[in-house]
């Protein structure tokens, strides 16, 4: 079974904190993708890499930034957070291969206050 | 307008009651097609891929029509655990990228 971890389900913050947000793929994938979701916006792509050290922004990359620097680990950093940046945020792997199938991992709700 | 577009419900539907539900997508050169399903406070997880002549998995049927651009999901003899968000999601172009839509509720009542 794919496996797909974040580092925590729950987090608050305050304005202005630098916050990492860790996501680990135990599948070998080359594709990773951040992701934030918001009701009634749906799924919205931050970031994605298709490989170690390769990034692309998505289609809402303001005010993040990402780190692949291990084929396994995918880390979205907010530099300094705001609080429109409450969100759930989902973790996801694809290999390039069955690009179409993402492994989302349990998603960590930011409470940024 | 959103490049993929749902209702996002509530379909409240009696036990063993069929329901359906489309979405439609603005870019004609949308290639692949999905529907994805996420439980409340769940991850999303790929239910079926929609392919141009249509397709059965058990109780769901998905279809495809290119010239109206939507793409449809039916559940026949529904269960309470068919209860979920349904989100469809569309590959624009080869590639690795997916666009979700904002997904339809489904509650399926004793």
């Known amino acids: 079974d794919v496996k797909v971890t974040q580092s925590s389900r729950y987090l608050v913050k305050r304005t202005g904190e630098k916050v990492f947000l860790e996501c680990v793929q135990d599948?070998?994938?080359?594709?990773m993708f951040w992701y934030r979701q918001d009701p009634g916006l749906g799924l919205r792509l931050i970031y994605f890499s298709y490989d170690v050290k390769m990034k692309e922004k998505g289609d809402i990359p303001e005010g993040y930034s990402v780190s692949r620097e291990k084929k396994e680990r995918f880390s979205l950093i907010l530099e300094s957070a705001s609080t429109n940046q409450t969100s759930m945020y989902l973790c996801?792997?694809?290999?390039?291969?069955?690009?179409?199938?993402?492994?989302f991992g349990p998603g960590t709700r930011l409470l940024v206050l | 307008r959103k490049e993929v577009e749902q209702d996002p419900g509530p379909f409240n539907v009696p036990e063993g009651a069929t329901v359906a539900f489309n979405c439609t997508y603005s870019n004609s050169a949308s290639q692949s097609f999905f529907w994805y399903r996420q439980d409340c406070r769940k991850e999303p997880k790929l239910l079926m891929s929609?392919?141009?002549s249509g397709n059965e998995d058990g109780r769901f049927t998905a279809q495809l029509n290119r010239a109206s651009q939507y793409i449809s999901l039916l559940i026949r003899d529904s269960k309470l655990s068919d209860s979920a968000t349904y989100l469809c999601?569309?590959?624009?172009?080869?590639?690795?990228?997916?666009?979700f839509g904002g997904g339809t509720r489904v509650l399926v009542k004793p």
């Open positions: 999601v569309v590959n624009k172009a080869a590639g690795n990228k997916l666009t």
């Open positions: 996801a792997s694809s290999s390039s291969g069955r690009s179409e199938t993402q492994y």
């Open positions: 599948m070998d994938h080359e594709n």
């Open positions: 929609v392919y141009s």
